[in-house]
């Protein structure tokens, strides 16, 4: 029978995926993302805007998780719902790894489906914060699929999370950006929750320019294949993981910076800041991401012109990077007095193609240039294995004693072998470290 709407198609693929669906490909990525948000979660616990609204903060207050294309955080408004459903969840029927994996992934191909129905998703956003949209969506379709909602049910879910997502990008590099990723997982397991209890809402919400198409100018939205030709956007398109806490588009800047401080300080020589006379930043257009003067944490995260300086003055970047002590250092002030940009005509804001050209003018009038095409942890050079261990351990350390966060690891590698989930919960609360050991940040 041919489905009538792209809304009951993408409740017919949420109700009908099954692990015999997912491929080795989607579970390894999958597994990686995991790994990823969970450490970034435990980070998150430990800033300002956690402290002050933690229900709301615990994935994305640090700027910190994976970045997929088109332009979206996708595992932070999924994850979090699914673990708080595990351990919710009577103890019989057992949660199992694969059934998180499934679940998972349902939420990430959803947000990926709704994003390839318009151009305007490919680029950098600058109306809507995408993890608001489609990751609220997302939630609802991960929650749906883990509690076995009816194609009925799973239409509705879609039709009220619609109603429940959007957040302005005015509100980026502010400590209210965070609460979107967070009320996008909230919200999207409400609209779950609500569905089950009979409420409904427009069930062509998907269909239509003034449903989800709201949000995205050019929206052309079309019936999903048929699940026995299903094939997961995550097996065509991998996701980025960033190295430290900043915008996707700054680490394109400082692998750049990286390359032409060589030619400027030799061994452990210190930058000579006095002897650079103009630093010139080529880059695509962002708006908010241009913040010559960052005034905090949240707005140095989202400076082109921060983070170049920064690794230029240091040789790198760092989660302590972004300390205010560490913003309002004179030399760094004195530094982005320098930074000039311009945008090159072929330097589109999108994840997939942009650039980073940086050229520093010494005083005497030598002038320095280098270009980074594809930063180390995006999807044409994705992080090893053992780096993004690496950075799981130093995020989850802050909370979680060595030998579990060692054993979080081996449970998240072998996720698929894991016949129930509740070991999973059982080590995410496990003992904290010694404080005389804990690191302060």
Same mark, same amino acid.
């Given at each position: 029978?041919?489905?009538?709407?792209?809304?009951?198609?993408?409740?017919k693929?949420?109700?009908?995926?099954?692990?015999?669906?997912?491929t080795?490909?989607?579970i390894?990525?999958?597994k990686?993302?995991?790994?990823?948000?969970?450490?970034?979660?435990f980070?998150?616990?430990?800033?300002?805007?956690?402290?002050?609204?933690?229900?709301?903060s615990k994935?994305?207050?640090?700027?910190?998780?994976?970045?997929?294309?088109? %332009?979206?955080?996708?595992?932070?408004? *999924?994850?979090?719902? $699914? =673990?708080?459903? +595990?351990?919710?969840?009577?103890?019989? @029927? &057992?949660?199992?790894?694969?059934?998180?994996?499934? %679940?998972?992934?349902?939420?990430?191909? *959803?947000?990926?489906? $709704? =994003?390839?129905? +318009?151009?305007?998703?490919?680029?950098? @956003? &600058?109306?809507?914060?995408?993890?608001?949209?489609?990751?609220?969506?997302?939630?609802?379709?991960?929650?749906?699929?883990?509690?076995?909602? +009816?194609?009925?049910?799973?239409?509705?879910?879609?039709?009220?999370?619609?109603?429940?997502?959007?957040?302005?990008?005015?509100n980026?590099?502010?400590?209210?950006?965070?609460?979107?990723?967070?009320?996008?997982?909230?919200?999207?397991?409400?609209?779950?929750?609500?569905?089950?209890?009979g409420?409904?809402?427009?069930k062509?919400?998907?269909?239509?320019?003034?449903?989800?198409?709201?949000?995205?100018?050019?929206?052309?939205?079309?019936?999903?294949?048929?699940l026995?030709?299903?094939?997961?956007?995550?097996?065509?398109?991998?996701?980025?993981?960033?190295?430290?806490?900043?915008?996707?588009?700054?680490?394109?800047?400082?692998?750049?910076?990286?390359?032409?401080?060589?030619?400027?300080?030799?061994?452990?020589?210190?930058?000579?800041?006095?002897h650079?006379?103009?630093?010139?930043?080529?880059?695509?257009?962002?708006?908010?991401?241009?913040?010559?003067?960052p005034?905090?944490?949240?707005?140095?995260?989202?400076?082109?012109?921060?983070?170049?300086?920064?690794?230029?003055?240091?040789?790198?970047?760092?989660?302590?990077?972004?300390?205010?002590?560490q913003?309002?250092?004179?030399?760094?002030?004195?530094?982005?007095?320098?930074?000039?940009?311009?945008?090159?005509?072929d330097?589109?804001?999108?994840?997939?193609?942009?650039?980073?050209?940086?050229?520093?003018?010494?005083?005497?009038?030598?002038?320095?240039t280098e270009?980074?095409?594809t930063f180390?942890?995006?999807?044409?050079?994705?992080?090893?294995?053992?780096?993004?261990?690496?950075?799981?351990?130093?995020?989850?350390s802050?909370?979680?004693?060595?030998?579990?966060?060692?054993?979080?690891?081996?449970?998240?590698?072998?996720?698929?072998?894991?016949?129930?989930?509740?070991?999973l919960?059982?080590?995410?609360?496990?003992?904290?470290?010694?404080k005389?050991?804990?690191k302060?940040?």
């Amino acid at each position: 029978m041919a489905l009538k709407s792209v809304t009951e198609s993408f409740a017919k693929v949420i109700h009908g995926l099954s692990v015999g669906h997912l491929t080795d490909q989607v579970i390894q990525r999958s597994k990686r993302m995991i790994l990823d948000t969970l450490g970034v979660g435990f980070l998150g616990t430990s800033t300002e805007v956690f402290h002050k609204v933690s229900e709301y903060s615990k994935i994305h207050s640090m700027d910190f998780d994976d970045t997929w294309h088109p %332009a979206t955080h996708p595992s932070g408004a *999924v994850l979090p719902v $699914l =673990m708080a459903l +595990s351990e919710a969840l009577p103890p019989s @029927p &057992k949660f199992s790894g694969l059934d998180l994996l499934l %679940a998972f992934n349902v939420g990430i191909e *959803v947000q990926g489906r $709704l =994003m390839h129905f +318009s151009k305007e998703a490919n680029d950098i @956003p &600058k109306r809507f914060h995408p993890p608001s949209v489609v990751g609220t969506l997302g939630s609802a379709a991960a929650a749906s699929k883990i509690l076995g909602l +009816s194609m009925t049910k799973c239409q509705e879910a879609l039709a009220i999370a619609v109603s429940h997502a959007g957040a302005p990008m005015a509100n980026a590099a502010t400590q209210t950006k965070p609460l979107h990723i967070g009320n996008a997982a909230r919200h999207g397991l409400e609209a779950v929750f609500l569905a089950m209890l009979g409420l409904q809402g427009n069930k062509r919400v998907l269909d239509l320019e003034t449903g989800f198409g709201a949000f995205y100018t050019n929206y052309s939205p079309k019936v999903l294949p048929n699940l026995d030709s299903h094939t997961w956007l995550l097996d065509q398109q991998d996701v980025a993981f960033k190295r430290f806490p900043a915008h996707l588009a700054t680490h394109w800047v400082a692998d750049a910076a990286v390359s032409v401080r060589k030619h400027l300080v030799t061994d452990r020589a210190l930058l000579p800041v006095d002897h650079i006379e103009r630093i010139v930043l080529r880059i695509p257009e962002v708006q908010y991401v241009n913040r010559p003067f960052p005034d905090s944490e949240h707005e140095a995260r989202h400076s082109f012109q921060y983070v170049a300086c920064t690794t230029l003055l240091d040789g790198g970047i760092t989660v302590p990077s972004f300390y205010e002590r560490q913003i309002h250092r004179p030399q760094v002030r004195e530094l982005l007095g320098k930074v000039e940009l311009e945008h090159p005509q072929d330097n589109l804001p999108s994840f997939n193609t942009l650039y980073c050209e940086i050229s520093v003018t010494l005083k005497d009038g030598a002038t320095f240039t280098e270009c980074a095409d594809t930063f180390y942890g995006h999807w044409r050079k994705p992080l090893s294995q053992e780096d993004l261990q690496e950075k799981f351990r130093a995020n989850a350390s802050r909370m979680l004693s060595c030998d579990t966060v060692e054993r979080l690891i081996e449970r998240v590698e072998s996720l698929e072998d894991l016949e129930d989930c509740s070991v999973l919960i059982a080590l995410l609360k496990g003992p904290s470290p010694p404080k005389m050991m804990s690191k302060s940040i």
